[in-house]
């Protein structure tokens, strides 16, 4: 019998490879490089190599072969990392990386984070970074990417359905507000309520046909929802005004308080000086507002039957109805919540940008509102406002780099989406846990953190 000093001759792996060494075979990363080098060289060279440039009245097709071989470099070595990365992945681990570990303390103390990140939106307008229009129009832009991110998250994250038009439900609300505000005057408080249930009837409308449909099918159909509305918007002109769009939006209110020059205004009733910027401050908080609303909303739906039946459909929706749970209340109610909060944040974008067209609403919106909550972790509140981060304040802090910024965005979301491919938070802490204890099964409540 061999002792444990005894050599051990590895055959090969399951795929045919030779064994590698240390856990990594060069060889074959290099070679998996050089081929997606040279696919990416194939595909770039028209793009990058080739430039057609006016001189005078002739068009002269110059190269770039600077740019085309930096290009064909990156991608060699990013895949080769990319490489060593995966096969390190595949040696036995000792236990979670630190960054896993990172993951689940935070996972642990979502409530502390984001009470301390409450605090510091409240006081955002009040410190020197305030009084910057730009940072407090994008701080705005964000909250209004949170809200949707967590509105589309209680169907794509809670019950499982792949929606790819929730943009619709976000033009019905803008498009509500711009309507009712401009041809009868009333107000945006009072608008607000109706864009979010106008929304929520076009979500109950857009359940009914998808009720028996799933995976790719149920997001082609939402996909093909959201190109209908917005084709819409741009056909009927006596009612939208086409690909015009509706300008002369009336714009917000101190709840009946205009932000204007003069007596009986806003600046005039708090003795202060006019500013362009009280309006945009009174915005931002407008939509801070909602959009805790939307979370504190969200949470509480989770603990509720409700809720717990959107998780269960997103699980198994078999099991749902072998437990008596109807599949089709459970689905209409998830996307007709979604859809209200986002005719809630229509209805403020109308109102913040006083002008709105169909071209504000394309696939590209539901597009990145989708990669909100699938880089969040789908069904993590905190990984959505991260997400979100880092979908929408990425690109703006790297504006001066105007030419690679979406480069650069493109290739940080395919880095996570390899590194993190279920998101950065994906937690799912089940409402009830069953734990065996003394033989016996017991019921442990546990609290909702994700």
């Not at 990172?102 to 103390?109: A, D, K, Q, S």
Request: positive net charge; glycine residues 12%; charged residues 15%.
């Amino acid at each position: 019998m061999a002792g444990p000093e005894a050599n051990v001759t590895a055959g090969p792996d399951s795929d045919g490879r030779a064994p590698m060494q240390g856990g990594i075979n060069l060889a074959e990363v290099v070679k998996e490089s050089a081929i997606a080098a040279g696919i990416a060289g194939l595909l770039s060279l028209p793009l990058l190599g080739l430039h057609a440039a006016n001189v005078g009245a002739q068009l002269l097709l110059r190269t770039r072969w600077e740019l085309f071989f930096a290009a064909v470099a990156v991608v060699f070595v990013g895949r080769f990392v990319l490489a060593l990365f995966r096969d390190r992945r595949k040696r036995p681990s000792h236990g979670p990386s630190a960054f896993d570990r990172t993951l689940h303390v935070i996972h642990e103390r979502m409530l502390v984070i984001g009470i301390v990140a409450l605090v510091a939106a409240v006081i955002l307008p009040f410190t020197e970074w305030g009084g910057d229009r730009y940072i407090i129009y994008t701080a705005t832009t964000f909250l209004i990417y949170v809200m949707l991110g967590w509105g589309l998250n209680i169907v794509v994250g809670l019950a499982g359905l792949l929606d790819l038009g929730y943009v619709a439900f976000y033009a019905v609300g803008a498009y509500c507000y711009a309507l009712i505000a401009t041809h009868f005057g009333w107000s945006f408080w009072v608008v607000l309520p109706l864009s979010g249930l106008f929304a929520a009837f076009f979500g109950v409308i857009l359940g009914f046909p998808v009720l028996r449909l799933r995976g790719d099918y149920l997001a082609i159909v939402t996909l093909g929802f959201g190109e209908i509305v917005r084709v819409i918007l741009i056909n009927w002109y006596d009612v939208t005004n086409g690909p015009d769009g509706i300008i002369g939006i009336p714009r917000i209110t101190f709840f009946g308080i205009e932000f204007r020059r003069g007596e009986g205004t806003f600046a005039d009733l708090f003795g202060l000086d006019f500013s362009a910027l009280h309006v945009m401050v009174f915005l931002y908080f407008v939509i801070l507002v909602l959009a805790v609303i939307t979370n504190l909303f969200t949470q509480r739906m989770r603990k509720l039957p409700t809720g717990r039946a959107w998780e269960a459909l997103r699980e198994d929706e078999i099991a749902c109805r072998s437990l008596g749970i109807n599949p089709t209340n459970v689905k209409l109610s998830a996307f007709a919540l979604g859809a209200m909060f986002g005719g809630f944040a229509g209805s403020f974008f109308s109102v913040r940008a006083g002008f709105i067209s169909p071209e504000s609403f394309t696939f590209i919106e539901s597009a990145i509102i989708l990669a909100i909550v699938v880089l969040g972790g789908m069904g993590s509140q905190l990984g959505v406002v991260i997400a979100a981060a880092f979908v929408v304040v990425m690109p703006e802090v790297f504006r001066q780099f105007e030419q690679y910024r979406m480069l650069m965005f493109g290739g940080a979301m395919v880095l996570i989406m390899v590194w993190r491919p279920r998101g950065l938070l994906a937690f799912r802490s089940p409402t009830i846990l069953m734990h065996p204890k003394d033989g016996k099964k017991t019921i442990v409540l546990k609290k909702e953190g994700a």
